[in-house]
């Protein structure tokens, strides 16, 4: 890892607090960065008070930037995209609560859209960075316990589904009743299956997905990655070629009778195995909310980053501390 020089943040924000110019003095010869005919503030005195008024995140803010900019030298075109996406959110934001996006900025505690742009950019490098060191940590026997178990070839399928008949006025118990008859009318369209009818004919007449009734409930290839429920998309990839649901599949929309027509070849592990790192680094960041700060933490200390006021670096430890503590919470 490269080896960044030791960031020191005392001088940092000092030369932040009194600037670059002629500096005033007190009369007890601390610099000044304001003075009034009754005394002033100096610099010290500034200083010691940022460090206790969101001192510490704009002191973080500050690493993770020389960092990542050393990390990441160039903005690529997925950042781009990425900081514009959010810039959109924040001005469809403005529009539901009747405000402004100069005024959503300024709510956000930022000061102009230039500030804020480099916030999101900073959020994007950081999400790469812990991305990045997340997945190296991952090993190859992993990687190819993933290919074996949760890799397959497209498969084309077709459904029927049967949706219960509910509404808002409901209580759970005639809610429940209706989806209990959606089941038992899905199971009498597999008895119907099974005694031969065609599959097409009775997904014009049975299902209730309006889109693919028509067509005999065709849903063309699919992939693992299609934006399916995951029980539909479990359901289905279990299936053998040739083969309907030998009972109803329960999703968020009802009860649903797949059926697999065709399949095609596992794609080969070297063409797949970054989308299996990607997909395993997503998991373990669900799993352990922790782990992005811990692995934040972890990228910093590669840098050799060292914080030279102690009090800012018991500063920083309590913030980490605490952050990492609510994290857990909200997990929870």
Not at 121 to 146: D, H, M, P, W
Not at 171 to 194: F, G, M, P, V, W
Request: hydrophobic letters at 30%; charged letters at 35%; aromatic letters at 10%.
């Amino acid at each position: 890892m490269k080896n960044l020089k030791k960031i020191f943040i005392l001088i940092i924000l000092v030369t932040i607090v009194t600037g670059c110019g002629k500096i005033p003095t007190l009369k007890n010869g601390e610099e000044a960065v304001v003075n009034t005919n009754k005394g002033g503030i100096s610099a010290e005195d500034l200083y010691q008070k940022l460090k206790t008024k969101n001192g510490t995140a704009v002191m973080i803010d500050m690493i993770d930037t020389i960092i990542l900019n050393d990390m990441y030298k160039e903005e690529t075109d997925a950042e781009k995209k990425y900081i514009e996406e959010q810039v959109d959110n924040l001005k469809s934001s403005a529009e539901q609560y009747n405000s402004t996006y100069s005024a959503m900025i300024k709510y956000y505690g930022f000061e102009n859209e230039k500030e804020l742009k480099e916030y999101f950019s900073l959020t994007y490098k950081r999400n790469q960075a812990v991305n990045k060191y997340v997945g190296k940590s991952i090993k190859e026997k992993e990687l190819k316990k993933y290919y074996e178990k949760e890799v397959h070839g497209d498969i084309k399928v077709k459904h029927i589904l049967i949706s219960p008949e509910t509404n808002d006025e409901m209580t759970t118990e005639e809610k429940d009743k209706a989806l209990e008859n959606a089941k038992k009318d899905a199971q009498s369209i597999i008895t119907k299956l099974n005694n031969g009818e065609d599959f097409d004919k009775l997904a014009k007449d049975y299902s209730d997905d309006t889109a693919t009734a028509s067509k005999g409930g065709d849903l063309g290839w699919i992939s693992t990655d299609e934006d399916f429920v995951q029980e539909f998309l479990d359901a289905a990839f279990k299936l053998e070629k040739g083969k309907y649901s030998s009972s109803p599949v329960k999703t968020t929309y009802g009860y649903h009778i797949i059926y697999k027509t065709d399949e095609k070849e596992k794609p080969k592990y070297d063409t797949v195995k970054q989308k299996i790192i990607d997909k395993l680094v997503e998991e373990k960041l669900e799993e352990d909310k922790t782990l992005y700060y811990d692995t934040l933490e972890e990228i910093r200390k590669d840098y050799d980053m060292e914080i030279i006021d102690s009090d800012l670096s018991k500063l920083y430890k309590e913030y980490m501390k605490n952050l990492i503590a609510n994290t857990k919470d909200n997990s929870n």
